[in-house]
Antibody, heavy 118, light 113 residues
Framework: EVQLVESGGGLVQPGGSLRLSCAAS????????MVWVRQSPGKGLEWVAN????????YYLDSVKGRFTISRDNAKNSLYLQMNSLRAEDTAVYYC????????????WGQGTTVTVS | DIVMTQSPDSLAVSLGERATINCKSS????????????LAWYQQKPRQPPKLLIY???TRESGVPDRFSGSGSETDFTLTISSLQAEDVAVYYC?????????FGQGTKVEIK
């Protein structure tokens, strides 16, 4: 069964840091672009960052550039999001998502992990 | 950034009736090289992550009931639920994946009348 399981969320003060992890299983992780998407009550769904299968290419939402870093460890089938200088507006549920590899739609979603900056 | 605007924000439909949700993008999401619109639809039920329903604007994801259909091209798209079932109560989002940053519509809440 294809599965994504996030961890690492929690309560952090403004200016603090947090590292999210996502454990993938049931598919050949290294061949897929992977994505972080967040959802907050006020802003709906928001794409945050994505990373190519080999880890050599990535893109970020402008508002998180320079503060967040997406990375992956294909040997561990894991995706990460290092979040620094956190702001109240980063408060959201963060989803680990698989890019379907046919253009960019998102075919597998984790259950999400909640980040609260307060 | 491409802005995705859905209408209406919410709608109430009787069981067995048709539900129609519209999505308009501020720029074309049609890739002329393959004539595909890079537009997807997702369904999100309470306390669950979004679930992919439709990609390439009109291709149903595997396992999605055929009462769900997508149409449209370039900037104007529609998701239709042909005969609303109780389990279809959810929020529906459109999503463009032609340009970075990927962007979503604000969501349309579908309820039973």
């Amino acid at each position: 069964e294809v599965q994504l399981v996030e961890s690492g969320g929690g309560l952090v003060q403004p200016g603090g840091s947090l590292r999210l992890s996502c454990a993938a299983s049931g598919f050949t992780f290294s061949t897929y672009w992977m994505v972080w998407v967040r959802q907050s009550p006020g802003k709906g769904l928001e794409w945050v960052a994505n990373i190519k299968g080999d880890g050599n290419e990535n893109y970020y939402l402008d508002s998180v550039k320079g503060r967040f870093t997406i990375s992956r460890d294909n040997a561990k089938n894991s995706l990460y999001l290092q979040m620094n200088s956190l702001r109240a507006e980063d408060t959201a549920v963060y989803y680990c998502v698989r890019d379907a590899m046919r253009g960019g739609d998102f075919d597998v979603w984790g259950q999400g992990t909640t980040v609260t900056v307060s | 950034d491409i802005v995705m605007t859905q209408s209406p924000d919410s709608l109430a439909v009787s069981l067995g009736e048709r539900a129609t949700i519209n999505c308009k993008s501020s720029q074309s999401v049609l890739r002329t090289s393959n004539n595909k619109s890079y537009l997807a639809w997702y369904q999100q039920k309470p306390r669950q992550p979004p679930k992919l329903l439709i990609y390439w604007a009109s291709t149903r994801e595997s396992g999605v009931p055929d009462r769900f259909s997508g149409s449209g091209s370039e900037t104007d798209f529609t998701l239709t639920i042909s005969s609303l079932q109780a389990e279809d109560v959810a929020v529906y989002y459109c999503h463009q994946y032609h340009h970075t940053p990927r962007t979503f519509g604000q969501g349309t809440k579908v309820e039973i009348k």
